[in-house]
């Protein structure tokens, strides 16, 4: 039987729509043609086709079924529905779908392509290869691109750029190689170009999925994280059940210090996509941060019935510092860290967590043999060179005299918001700053990046070479005060208490007290220190997710921490009394003294709430946010001797500064 169709008119202006991602507007057409031509075949194909596109993938699938049961002979609808399960994982399903597809109708290069995957997926090599073939046959662009993604996936980023730039020559406006040259850049460190090719890619195709995902985690590289969030939101108002987005929204939740929101984001993902593992460890990174220390391990446990083999969800229950392992999952993670199968990375987590358990137990020679070999293994993932931080030091140095001082004195921005916590990781700055969080004139932000960030943007546009630290000698005080200015209203972002104080603790600004005091004089700095070999100790026995590569070798350690002093030093000679130095032990040993000395420090009346750090309800984001949970405790004080037989290299290395400590 024959139905009335709709004008050809009609059906290519909803194609033009489709073509362009405008998805609302191309579903919107196709209800309205759909009111007076209810079995047009070609307006339901394009009505399925907006709907999984815009994610209603349920009612996406309903509509081609639909256009199937009208018209089985037509191509199209098993192309668009095999595709569709295809994006759900649904590999058998959508397999027969796309074969029945390609045998319709030959020359559907996007069905022959996807049918590659579907059988890649299924491990059926040779037969996927030949899928491909098909599809790059009738599309020498698409063979070029998956070239440029074969280069890209290898590491050879200068093969996939060439490749990628000659499609836009081909083609301009190519999205997909427009999207791969943003990877290229921000693979290069080159976010703002980066961020420059992805808004390219996507005023083509302004809800090309990928794309979006791609300038979300640029924005939240360039710590733009409200943008971030922008763009994630977006993408979820268009593909609400898109269990990746809400999962990457709370990503950059998180840094923007909304972290409750963050928690209930991951909880979304995952009421979408149960068994999404990096939604579960997300969530529990977010529970322990928020104190939620039983949901955060439910949370890492559940990763592991999913992912046996998640070797960062062991070493998370193990970074809770509190957490003790049982026999079985000591023996779990024996044979997974001894599975030449499991990648790099993973058997390191897994070689962490054995020596916590082990460190547990008390047996430190057992623990340290696990220490050893996950600090090994992790040296050769990292990229480290002791000798670059010596000569950037020197500039430091050399720079940064009590002339300088003299010379910018009164210049910079005067608010005396910021506190500064600076020192080695793993000294007690954690501590120190919970101290001072629970001050109620004081707000705990995190661990930011703007001095780094800011003293770098120096360095761009100058034709003549001149870098930091010498460039700030070309600055009048207008620029001086505009880099405070700015340091400020980046830190904005991440203050949501409305306190008139609060404290970046970022430990690794020790190098940068000389620009701190330049752009910001009334800030006030802390150093929080440590015993060094319990300050080197801690290092070696904490894996990072990211940064502080100076950390898995006592060489390196030993030499860092040297360097650190040397800073330290300079910053006292130069800068006399600007640095409050707190020792561990010593807040450890009498903490009311050092509360008081610290507030006196700040300029900050005494309220109790400090020296009863450990209730104050806050989020904490870093390796110690259960310990400053707790009362004060002394069982941290030296114990490094527990590895003492094992650390000459490191005591020899320290041997300068040991004198100064009992």
């Not at 547990?360 to 600090?375: L, T």
């Not at 001095?451 to 100058?462: A, D, E, F, P, V």
């Amino acid at each position: 039987m024959q139905h009335a169709r709709a004008p050809r008119t009609l059906f290519d202006e909803i194609l033009r729509q489709l073509q362009a991602r405008q998805f609302d507007r191309a579903i919107t057409s196709c209800r309205d043609a759909l009111l007076t031509f209810p079995e047009d075949i070609n307006i339901l194909g394009l009505l399925g086709a907006a709907l999984g596109d815009k994610g209603q993938l349920e009612e996406a699938e309903k509509v081609l079924n639909q256009v199937i049961d009208l018209a089985p002979t037509f191509a199209k609808p098993y192309e668009d529905l095999g595709t569709l399960l295809l994006r759900q994982d649904k590999v058998n399903e959508a397999l027969p779908l796309l074969e029945k597809a390609v045998r319709l109708d030959p020359k559907l290069e996007d069905a022959h392509f996807h049918l590659g995957r579907a059988l890649a997926m299924q491990g059926r090599g040779a037969e996927a290869d030949e899928s491909f073939e098909r599809s790059f046959a009738l599309s020498p662009l698409r063979r070029l691109m998956a070239l440029a993604a074969e280069h890209h996936k290898a590491g050879r980023m200068k093969e996939a750029e060439q490749l990628c730039r000659q499609v836009l020559q081909k083609k301009p406006g190519h999205v997909d190689a427009l999207r791969m040259l943003g990877l290229i850049a921000a693979a290069a460190g080159d976010l703002d170009e980066a961020e420059y090719l992805l808004r390219q890619a996507l005023e083509v195709a302004p809800d090309h999925t990928p794309a979006v995902f791609e300038l979300g985690r640029v924005l939240k590289e360039l710590d733009r994280n409200e943008e971030a969030v922008e763009v994630y939101r977006g993408l979820i108002e268009r593909e609400p059940d898109n269990p990746k987005a809400y999962y990457r929204l709370a990503g950059a939740l998180a840094p923007a210090a909304l972290n409750r929101e963050a928690a209930e984001a991951y909880r979304r993902s995952l009421e979408l996509a149960p068994r999404y593992t990096a939604a579960w460890l997300g969530l529990g990174h977010m529970l322990k941060t928020l104190g939620d220390q039983e949901g955060g391990i439910d949370a890492y446990r559940r990763c592991l019935e999913l992912e046996p083999a998640f070797g960062e969800a062991y070493y998370s229950l193990a970074n809770l510092k509190t957490y003790r392992f049982e026999d079985s999952e000591i023996r779990e993670m024996k044979r997974w860290s001894d599975n030449g199968e499991v990648e790099e990375s993973s058997r390191v987590n897994f070689l962490f967590a054995l020596a916590k358990s082990y460190e547990d137990r008390g047996d430190f020679e057992q623990a340290w043999h696990y220490y050893e070999q996950g600090n090994a293994k992790q040296r050769m993932l990292v990229s480290y060179d002791p000798v670059q931080t010596e000569t950037i030091n020197d500039e430091l140095v050399d720079f940064f005299s009590t002339d300088y001082f003299q010379a910018t004195r009164g210049m910079g921005d005067s608010d005396p918001a910021p506190i500064f916590v600076i020192g080695l990781p793993r000294s007690g700055s954690t501590l120190v700053e919970q101290i001072i969080a629970s001050h109620s004139q004081v707000e705990g932000t995190s661990e930011l990046p703007y001095i780094g960030r800011l003293s770098k943007s120096l360095n761009r546009n100058r034709a003549d070479g001149m870098k930091y630290p010498r460039v700030l000698g070309e600055l009048e005080a207008r620029h001086f005060h505009r880099l405070g200015e700015e340091y400020l209203r980046l830190a904005t972002r991440h203050r949501v208490e409305g306190t008139p104080r609060f404290i970046d603790k970022m430990p690794n600004n020790f190098p940068s007290v000389g620009f701190i005091h330049s752009i910001l004089p009334m800030a006030k700095i802390i150093d929080a220190r440590r015993h060094p070999v319990d300050a080197c100790v801690g290092n070696l026995r904490q894996l990072y997710a990211r940064g502080q590569t100076f950390s898995y070798d006592q060489s390196d350690i030993g030499e860092y921490y040297l360097q650190y002093i040397r800073m330290m030093d300079h910053w006292d000679k130069v800068l006399p009394g600007r640095v409050l130095r707190v020792h561990y032990e010593d807040t450890v040993n009498d903490l009311e003294s050092q509360v008081r000395r610290i507030l006196d420090y700040l300029e900050l009346p005494w309220e109790d709430a400090c020296l009863n750090y450990h209730e104050t309800d806050r989020p904490v984001r870093t390796a110690s946010s259960e310990q400053v949970r707790q009362p004060i405790y002394t069982s941290g004080l030296g114990f490094w001797k527990n590895y003492e037989p094992y650390l000459d290299e490191l005591v020899e290395i320290l041997e300068p500064v040991l004198e100064s400590y009992p």
